[in-house]
């Protein structure tokens, strides 16, 4: 459990320091990890852009799939966490993502109705969008467009101006054969111009999420081999590596 804490930690530091501006306060950032982190497994999280609402994944003990969560910061401590009902199943709700405006949640679901490739057993993980609704969240559905496929598309990430998304697609029981995908949306339809983003090649490591960097130029972008975990800044023109551990001793580099 010690490690699962470790890397969840460790995201949510990742979170703060490559896509938002660092809090001001830290005691908020360790009340933040002491009442998000439990027996269970807290994996896949999000900020919104006011840094008010944070959404993560978690399998509480002794239960059979991932869903949804979320904590708000108010008058000065952060609530206590919610499952979200309106969007969890009894499947996996996973790798959540909040767009700029605050308006919709992006996260990905292999519940009935994904796609499903024949020789699984069970549907793909398939991006869904809920809309916010006053305090609550609307029922998700797929995302518009060709974005869905029979394997898995995770990590969506949708950029400020809401006119492109990146996303991981990773091959129907082939976990090492996975790619970060772009796409551009027209008329609310998403899948022009779709291709294999260059982040995918930037490195011999798997690449897997990519976010935007909020105060350096270029893509923050997370990748692993075997046990270890990397996160990476790119540009087109250069990359700048830096070095980082978890509190087990693990090098994360950035280049």
């Known amino acids: 459990m010690k490690q699962r804490c470790n890397i969840f930690t460790f995201l949510i530091a990742t979170l703060i320091f490559t896509g938002i501006p660092a809090f001001s306060e830290p005691s908020r950032y360790d009340q933040l990890l002491k009442i998000v982190n439990t027996d269970g497994d807290e994996t896949s999280c999000a900020f ?5 609402l944070f959404v993560f994944t978690r399998k509480a003990k002794n239960s059979g799939n991932y869903d949804l969560y979320s904590t708000e910061f108010k008058n000065g401590e952060w609530s206590a966490p919610e499952a979200i009902l309106q969007l969890n199943t009894d499947h996996d709700e996973i790798s959540p993502f909040i767009t700029a405006d605050g308006k919709h949640l ?9 796609l499903q490739n024949k ?4 549907p793909s993980f398939d991006i869904y969008v809920s809309e916010k609704e006053g305090d609550t969240w609307s029922a998700p559905f797929p995302i518009f467009g060709a974005i869905n496929s029979t394997d898995d598309e995770t990590n969506p990430y949708i950029t400020p101006d809401g006119n492109m998304i990146y996303f991981t697609r990773t091959k129907f029981n082939d976990a090492k054969k996975s790619l970060i995908i772009q796409a551009e949306r027209r008329d609310d339809i998403w899948g022009v111009n779709m291709m294999n983003s260059d982040l995918s090649y930037i490195t011999s490591l798997r690449a897997y999420m990519v976010k935007k960097s909020a105060d350096l130029p270029g893509f923050w972008v997370s990748a692993y ?5 990397y996160i990476l800044r790119y540009n087109r023109f250069w990359r700048e590596q830096r070095s980082y551990k978890s509190r087990r001793g693990h090098q994360y580099r950035c280049r």
């Open 48 to 52: 919104s852009s006011d840094r008010n």
């Open 106 to 114: 992006v996260f990905s679901s292999n519940r009935p109705g994904s």
């Open 119 to 122: 020789k699984a057993s069970k």
């Open 225 to 229: 081999e075997k046990d270890k975990r």
